[in-house]
């Protein structure tokens, strides 16, 4: 069975500090990895994906991932936060086999200003 | 425009009620998802569909019933059966495995609430 594992379910951090969002993932074959973005009264939204390449994935906003397939692990990190990224972040993943997804818990990002 | 829309936003369902979520996509995707999201746990897969006519059970599939006749819709049915029905159910929909890209793209949701 694929599941998706987020270490921190809530993180507070002021504007400029760093961030890493933790994502663990337990799946034996081929997947494809997303970190997803929910802010506050939107839709849910694709931060970034992997699905082949190069492991260190860029998206939005400045958000980047790296896909450390030893550890499988594809953790999000933001070298500066601003107070907009206060939001929901979602880690995923979709086995390539069956198009099955699964998502992790969530972590909620509150950046204070 | 195009998009994913679900229907109602909001809905009651009494004890012992089937109810019926929309979901209607115009993007062209094969791929459609439906998941329950309840707070502190994320979002959880109830059924999932690559193709018309064909679907396949989440992880919480129980108590919940969908079709797949067209391939811009996929309806959603709570029945009687699914005990905690109250959360918040989100549509998705992706290209599928046929494109390397299986973003998945999300609609508003609809909260269902049990009276």
């Known amino acids: 069975a694929q599941s998706v594992s987020q270490h921190n379910h809530h993180v507070i951090l002021s504007e400029a500090a760093s961030l890493e969002l933790g994502c663990n993932y337990s799946?034996?074959?081929?997947?494809?990895l997303f970190w997803y973005v929910q802010y506050p009264g939107q839709h849910l939204q694709l931060l970034l994906k992997?699905?082949?390449?190069?492991?260190l994935v860029k998206g939005i906003k400045g958000f980047e991932a790296e896909f450390i397939k030893s550890k499988f692990s594809f953790n999000l990190r933001k070298p500066s936060v601003q107070w907009s990224d206060t939001a929901e972040y979602f880690c995923?993943?979709?086995?390539?086999?069956?198009?099955?997804?699964?998502f992790g818990d969530g972590t909620t990002l509150t950046v204070k200003p | 425009d195009g998009g994913i829309t679900q229907s109602p936003k909001y809905l009651f369902r009494k004890e012992g009620q089937n109810v019926t979520l929309s979901c209607e996509q115009n993007?062209?995707?094969?791929?459609m998802y439906w998941y329950r999201q309840d707070p502190g746990q994320g979002l959880r897969l109830i059924y999932y569909?690559?193709?018309?006519?064909?679907?396949q059970k989440g992880d919480i599939a129980e108590g919940y019933s969908v079709s797949r006749e067209k391939k811009e819709s996929f309806p959603l049915t709570v029945t009687s059966a699914q005990k905690n029905p109250t959360a918040f159910y989100l549509c998705?929909?992706?290209?599928?495995?046929?494109?390397?890209?299986?973003?998945?793209?999300f609609g508003p949701g609809t909260r269902l609430l049990v009276l």
């Open positions: 569909s690559q193709i018309v006519n064909d679907f």
């Open positions: 995923a993943v979709i086995n390539t086999n069956a198009g099955k997804s699964t």
């Open positions: 799946y034996g074959g081929t997947v494809n």
């Open positions: 992997y699905f082949s390449g190069d492991p």
């Open positions: 998705a929909s992706s290209p599928g495995r046929v494109s390397p890209e299986e973003t998945q793209y």
């Open positions: 993007l062209n995707h094969d791929a």
